[in-house]
């Protein structure tokens, strides 16, 4: 089995921690190709920063058929639908795969993201997913998605101390990590709060690999249904944005 992973940014230290926790927990057999665009924004923060990201994020998936799923790993969920439009292999998002597996291991959960800019777009995606009185409450730590990949910064203490105020002051029962940028504090986070700690990172991977297992292919009918591009340019594959001033994009795979 071969899943494409795909971080919309262009940061590729974040693709390869993304990559590396997918890595732990495939089964054997499982490949994981792990790709961000070569142009694009270096952090996905926020509406903006998604519209950004859509054209080298679909790129890598247009115009190749060499896996039988897609995890998109941006928390936000970037491009979901559209990614869904281009291929009939499973498409899943880091978010909605979170939200659906803290659903059914609590009662009551809390997301602890990055910047309070991001809150609407994760309570925007947890009422569309049908989740929204499941979630306790989304939290912002106020920490730019770009200090997670800093060693120096004290990102993961305030992170925990987010964790901390969600269990007592929303009684929330589970937590989701809301970035991809957080997948390696799961399991230390986990263990010295007492409470299942979620990354969607991995339970992405679990829930593809259970699709493929399974023959499961994104429905073509309806929302879903390959574009028209007799209507419109066609999505150019591996390819994106021009690049932001200043700042390169790169790709990082397998």
């Known amino acids: ?71 998109i790993a941006c928390f936000d969920d970037t491009g979901l639908d559209a990614a869904r439009c281009l291929t009939d292999k499973p498409v899943i998002g880091i978010g909605e795969a979170a939200f659906h597996m803290a659903a059914m291991l609590s009662n009551s959960f809390s997301v ?49 101390h987010e964790v901390a105020r969600a269990i007592l002051e929303d009684r929330a029962e589970a937590i989701v990590l809301g970035c991809a940028g957080m997948t390696d504090l799961a399991r230390a986070l986990s263990q010295e709060h007492g409470l299942p700690v979620l990354d969607g990172v991995v339970c992405a991977v679990a829930l593809a690999e259970g699709m493929v297992r399974l023959g499961l292919a994104t429905s073509r009918l309806g929302g879903y249904a390959p574009p028209r591009f007799d209507k419109s340019a066609p999505v150019r594959p591996g390819r994106g944005p021009a690049p932001e001033p200043g700042r390169a994009g790169s790709v990082s795979p397998d």
């Open 112 to 160: 602890v993201t990055t910047l309070g800019r991001s809150v609407p777009a994760i309570s925007h995606n947890l009422a569309r997913y049908g989740l929204a009185t499941r979630c306790a409450r989304v939290r912002a730590s106020e920490i730019p998605v770009l200090d997670l990949e800093d060693p120096l910064s004290d990102a993961c203490s305030r992170i925990g």
């Open 1 to 71: 089995m071969r899943l494409l992973l795909i971080n919309p940014n262009t940061t590729a230290s974040m693709t390869e921690k993304a990559a590396a926790a997918a890595r732990r927990v495939a089964s054997p057999g499982t490949e994981i190709v792990a790709v961000n665009p070569e142009a694009g924004p270096a952090s996905i923060e926020g509406y903006y920063d998604e519209a950004m990201s859509l054209s080298g994020l679909l790129g890598l998936i247009a115009g190749r058929d060499d896996y039988d799923a897609v995890i």
